[in-house]
């Protein structure tokens, strides 16, 4: 761990705005308290986790591999939807209150299943889920154009969703046009974009945009 933290500080000096973990890795959750020093230095470095999706549970991937292409789905989507749900029910704000959270390539069409879930589960715990969840929890979501974002915003608010192109790979999440495309589908509401394109973006990562360009 104190490897990590130090290969942390180097890559934030020399640029870094973002720390990529899996929702699994190996045996342990996102949320496992043994990622605390991380998440602390991140908060003090104000750089976000960055949840992409992956899993090196090698059991979990080997048991899921049996379902075809459903294995993929469970094995890197649903983890990350679980991780989601995860950094609010246990309330991670709490702890970190300045972190912030990214779920990367996951898609967002997950999440009014999710603010649902939490609303009902929390309620039988005696305990109720923030009116505005996602931004209390400090969590962004990148979209993918075909998303019904309009549908997703009513339950992660404007503030927490950002665009997603997926550079560099090709798959079902790859859309290096995503930006363009979704302008011209002019099905969403253009403040909401330009929220999404924008300024949700600088809000994530902690860009000053003052320093672009010097």
Avoid at 110 to 133: M, N, Q
Avoid at 142 to 168: F, H, M, N, P, R
Wanted: net charge negative; hydrophobic share 40%; aromatic share 8%.
């Amino acid at each position: 761990m104190d490897v990590a933290i130090e290969e942390l500080r180097w890559a934030v000096q020399h640029g870094c705005c973002g720390v990529t973990m899996r929702p699994v890795e190996d045996a342990r959750t996102l949320v496992n308290p043994y990622f605390n020093p991380i998440f602390e230095e991140a908060q003090n470095l104000n750089i976000p986790i960055a949840a992409h999706i992956g899993n090196s549970n090698l059991g979990f991937r080997d048991l899921m591999a049996t379902d075809g292409v459903g294995g993929t789905f469970g094995t890197f989507r649903l983890t990350s939807v679980a991780a989601c749900h995860s950094i609010m029910s246990r309330e991670m704000y709490k702890e970190f209150p300045t972190l912030r959270w990214g779920i990367i390539e996951a898609s967002s069409q997950w999440i009014p299943f999710v603010i649902h879930d939490l609303r009902r589960r929390l309620e039988t715990r005696g305990r109720k889920l923030p009116d505005e969840a996602m931004k209390t929890n400090n969590i962004w979501v990148t979209c993918q154009t075909d998303d019904d974002i309009s549908y997703v915003a009513g339950y992660a608010g404007d503030g927490q969703l950002v665009i997603g192109t997926d550079y560099g790979h090709e798959d079902q999440s790859s859309e290096i046009q995503a930006m363009r495309n979704v302008r011209d589908k002019g099905d969403v509401d253009a403040g909401l974009l330009d929220k999404i394109m924008g300024q949700n973006g600088v809000d994530l990562y902690g860009i000053d945009m003052a320093q672009i360009g010097r």
